[in-house]
């Protein structure tokens, strides 16, 4: 029988796990969105409440404190949005974005007013508000963690109310009386709402893996791959780090589709992006650049040991039998590093092409860097 700390477990372990390093990025760079999007709702949100405050005439004060202080509060988000990219910002500012609702509805508490802490309605749907921006991280469990949040914190600003006040008995002209089916169906609505945002996280998650991922080999596709080279390069010193860089093409291809057809293609295709998996480091960054060409980021590796990986792979390829009768296969590449062969990434990788264009002009089954390095002869198709 499954215990609770089973389940528990378990539940943690979702949750400590963390999503592919692409959705890592794309939470980080949505950040910025989201706090803007923040920013915009609460200007929205104070507007709409002095504007009622003044039509009622009370509590206008008290608006217009709350008010500059959410905005104060808006605009310190989208400052640290703006600086600071480390995956845990996202975290923070979702559970200071519930928070941040729980002190303005419990502050009715300081002002006795439990009433309008249970028949909230300006701040209380600011947890909406939170739980809706949350899915923009393209993480569910951001989420599901702002969800569970802000019922937690709800329900206990409910408790402490209710433990203070006789709400049974208590009506006050302009904060309505308590009524317990409205106000379950208030957690209801929100836990719903909830698991709805959860889902589409789930599903922008889903989606953005299929954007970045090459649905053939399971690569990198080329945009993720050069945004990901960009955040190496961010972070390296010029003075103090390399970053070598290979441009892989199949020897004959298209004679070897004509031969045994396009899904025999696709098969060898598979099979050689399963060998560059197998020949890189977990840091290495592995992309199919388009057709039949590869790209492979060597981070802080010298261009000469990245000639020797590369030249080790060329012959693991070749030795491998891909074709439908055991067929063996050829690469040529062209290897390049930063900053040696450019100040930008875009000029280091147009030397690896010129160096890959150069191998295939000498008769292919060839690894042409700064100095080339020629393979052994292999049995051609």
């Not at 709402?193 to 589409?200: E, L, S, W, Y």
């Amino acid at each position: 029988m499954v215990s609770l700390r089973d389940i528990a477990g378990k539940v943690g372990a979702w949750f400590a796990t963390e999503p592919d390093h692409a959705l890592v990025r794309a939470r980080a760079a949505s950040e910025r969105l989201v706090a803007m999007v923040r920013l915009a709702i609460i200007i929205a949100l104070v507007a709409s409440s002095i504007s009622f405050a003044i039509r009622s005439g009370a509590l206008l004060l008290y608006s217009l404190v709350t008010g500059t202080v959410a905005i104060g509060y808006g605009l310190l988000l989208l400052r640290i949005a703006t600086r600071v990219t480390a995956t845990w910002v996202p975290w923070v500012t979702s559970a200071l974005d519930v928070t941040f609702a729980s002190l303005s509805i419990g502050s009715f508490v300081l002002l006795d007013a439990p009433l309008l802490v249970i028949n909230n309605r300006v701040s209380f749907e600011a947890y909406f508000v939170a739980i809706t921006i949350s899915a923009l991280r393209y993480d569910w469990r951001l989420s599901a963690f702002t969800t569970l949040l802000a019922l937690a914190e709800y329900g206990g600003l409910a408790g402490y109310v209710a433990l203070h006040w006789d709400l049974s008995s208590l009506v006050v002209e302009g904060q309505g009386k308590f009524s317990p089916a409205p106000f379950v169906n208030r957690l209801l609505i929100l836990l719903g709402h909830g698991a709805g945002v959860v889902a589409v996280a789930q599903w922008a998650r889903h989606l953005r893996l299929m954007i970045g991922t090459d649905h053939l080999t399971g690569l990198l596709q080329r945009r993720p791959f050069l945004e990901r080279v960009d955040e190496e390069l961010g972070r390296a010193d010029p003075a103090r780090s390399v970053l070598s860089v290979a441009i892989f093409d199949v020897d004959e291809f298209k004679r070897f589709n004509d031969s045994f057809g396009h899904l025999a293609g696709d098969h060898a295709l598979e099979g050689i992006a399963a060998q560059l998996r197998l020949a890189v480091r977990t840091t290495d960054l592995v992309a199919r650049y388009g057709g039949e060409e590869f790209v492979i980021a060597f981070p802080r590796m010298d261009v000469q040991l990245a000639l020797e990986r590369v030249t080790d792979l060329c012959k693991r390829v070749a030795d491998v039998g891909l074709g439908p009768g055991g067929e063996r296969m050829t690469l040529s590449a062209g290897v390049a590093s930063w900053p040696a062969d450019g100040a930008s990434f875009e000029a280091v990788l147009n030397a690896a092409d010129q160096r890959l264009y150069t191998a295939k002009r000498s008769g292919r089954n060839l690894v042409v860097g700064p100095l080339p390095v020629p393979l052994p002869s292999r049995a051609t198709l």
